[in-house]
C-alpha cells in the first residue's frame, strides 16, 4: 500500500513539473516586425500653385510619417516601423550596413548599432548615419522570454544637408512679398524643394512650395498666397540626389532613393 502511494506521489510530481515548465515559458517567436519604406517626401506631386503631399499630422506634427527619411537639419537617418503586434516585446536590436561593406564582406556585413527599451515607440533616430553613402536597416524584435524574430530590411542614403542663409531665424517681417529665401548647395544634389508651413497645436499645414529650377541660383522670392499678420510660419529647403536602382543585397533588388532637409527656421509676421 505504501509503495502504490508512493508511485502515486511521484507520478503527480513529474506531470506536476512538466506541466509547469511548458506553460511558464512562452517559445512563440513574435510576429514579424514591418519597417517602412521610403514613402515619399513633402511637397510630392505639387508646385507653386498648389502644394503637394504632406506627411505631417498622421499621429505627431512633430513628426514626418514617411518611413525612412533624413531628420530635419542634423544629418541624421530616421527608422520607422509599423506598431508590434505583441504585448510583450522587451527590446529592439537596430542594425545598419552599407553596400559596401555587404562588398567586402557577404556573410558579416550587418553592425548592431542600437538596442533600445521598448516601449511603443515606432522610430528611432540614427546619428551615426554617415553621409553619401547606401545604407540598409533591418531590427529584431525580442520577446521578455528571448523568442525573436528579425524584419525585412528598407534602404536610403543620406546627403549633407543644405545651410539655411537667409531670411534669418525668428526675423520679423511686416510683409512676405519682401523676402528672398536662400541656401548652400549640396554635393550630389540634384533638385531643392522649398517649403513653408503653418503650424498650430493640431497640424501642420504646407502653404508654399518652391522647386528652382536654376541650381546655380539657390534663392527664392516668395510668390505663395497672403499671410495674416500674427502668423508665425516654419520654411525649410530639402534636397535630393539621384536613385540608385537594382542595388542587389542577399539577391534581393533594392532602388535606395537620397535626400537630405535642411533645419526649420521661423518667420513672424506682423
Known amino acids: 500500500m505504501k509503495k502504490t502511494i508512493l508511485l502515486f506521489v511521484v507520478i503527480v510530481f513529474v506531470f506536476g513539473c512538466s506541466g509547469k515548465e511548458s506553460l511558464g515559458i512562452d517559445k512563440t517567436p513574435p510576429e514579424k516586425p514591418v519597417l517602412i519604406p521610403h514613402l515619399g517626401?513633402?511637397?510630392?506631386?505639387?508646385?507653386?500653385?498648389?502644394?503637394?503631399?504632406?506627411?505631417?499630422?498622421?499621429?505627431?506634427?512633430?513628426?514626418?510619417?514617411?518611413?525612412?527619411?533624413?531628420?530635419?537639419?542634423?544629418?541624421?537617418?530616421?527608422?520607422?516601423?509599423?506598431?508590434?503586434?505583441?504585448?510583450?516585446?522587451?527590446?529592439?536590436?537596430?542594425?545598419?550596413?552599407?553596400?559596401?561593406?555587404?562588398?567586402?564582406?557577404?556573410?558579416?556585413?550587418?553592425?548592431?548599432?542600437?538596442?533600445v527599451d521598448y516601449s511603443e515607440q515606432t522610430l528611432y533616430d540614427d546619428a551615426t548615419a554617415p553621409t553619401n553613402l547606401k545604407l540598409f536597416y533591418f531590427i529584431n524584435a525580442i520577446d521578455v522570454d528571448g523568442n525573436s524574430t528579425y524584419s525585412d530590411t528598407v534602404c536610403y542614403r543620406l546627403l549633407d544637408e543644405p545651410i539655411l542663409i537667409q531670411p534669418a531665424d525668428n526675423l520679423i517681417i511686416s510683409n512676405m512679398s519682401e523676402i528672398t529665401f536662400e541656401w548652400t548647395e549640396v554635393t550630389n544634389a540634384i533638385q531643392y524643394r522649398l517649403l513653408i508651413f503653418i503650424e498650430n497645436e493640431e497640424c501642420r499645414t504646407l502653404i508654399w512650395q518652391k522647386t528652382p529650377l536654376d541650381l546655380e541660383d539657390l534663392s527664392v522670392e516668395y510668390l505663395g498666397p497672403y499671410i495674416e499678420p500674427g502668423t508665425t510660419i516654419l520654411w525649410r529647403v530639402d534636397a535630393f540626389g539621384l536613385t540608385a536602382n537594382d542595388v542587389i543585397i542577399e539577391e534581393k533588388s533594392y532602388n535606395v532613393l537620397s535626400g537630405s532637409e535642411s533645419k526649420e527656421r521661423e518667420l513672424i509676421v506682423q
Do not use: C
Open 41 to 115: 517626401d513633402t511637397g510630392d506631386g505639387g508646385n507653386e500653385f498648389a502644394p503637394g503631399t504632406n506627411y505631417y499630422n498622421t499621429s505627431d506634427i512633430e513628426l514626418e510619417n514617411n518611413g525612412i527619411d533624413a531628420t530635419p537639419g542634423v544629418n541624421r537617418m530616421q527608422i520607422q516601423w509599423e506598431h508590434l503586434v505583441d504585448s510583450d516585446i522587451d527590446i529592439i536590436e537596430i542594425y545598419s550596413f552599407s553596400e559596401q561593406d555587404y562588398i567586402e564582406d557577404t556573410l558579416d556585413f550587418a553592425e548592431q548599432i542600437k538596442i
